[in-house]
């Protein structure tokens, strides 16, 4: 079993930034892949970006590229979403998910409660 608690979300204005984090407990060696999600009022859950726990491969959706960078501190169990130049489409929970399989678009085993980020325009 592995827990995760997010943090880090909140309300900022159209072009500010904000950064998630997601401390992970528990069975931590058996994770794989950590990523992060989003959904919005009325629509599926996206992935918005996914890093590989062993090396430095990441996936980010189109709508995010260039504007938000995921990264891991393997050391704090810890994953982050640096989110740049946000745009009201970005308003969503976000979760964080960790896969004990690989890195890829789906197939998370774990999901954490979600943190909402409201980006007002």
């Known amino acids: 079993q592995v827990q995760l608690v997010e943090s880090g979300g909140g309300l900022v204005q159209t072009g500010g930034s904000l950064r998630l984090s997601c401390v992970a407990s528990g069975s931590v060696r058996s994770i794989k892949a950590m990523a992060w999600y989003r959904q919005s009022p009325g629509k599926q859950r996206e992935l918005v970006a996914a890093?590989?726990?062993?090396?430095?491969?990441?996936i980010y959706a189109d709508s995010v590229k260039g504007r938000f960078t995921i990264s891991r501190d393997n050391v704090k169990n810890t994953v982050y979403l640096q989110m740049n130049s946000l745009k009201p489409e970005d308003t969503a929970v976000y979760y964080c998910?960790?896969?004990?399989?690989?890195?890829?678009?789906?197939?998370?085993?774990?999901w954490g409660q979600g943190t909402q980020v409201t980006v007002s325009s």
């Open positions: 998910a960790v896969s004990t399989l690989q890195l890829g678009p789906q197939g998370y085993d774990y």
């Open positions: 890093i590989s726990s062993s090396t430095r491969n990441t």
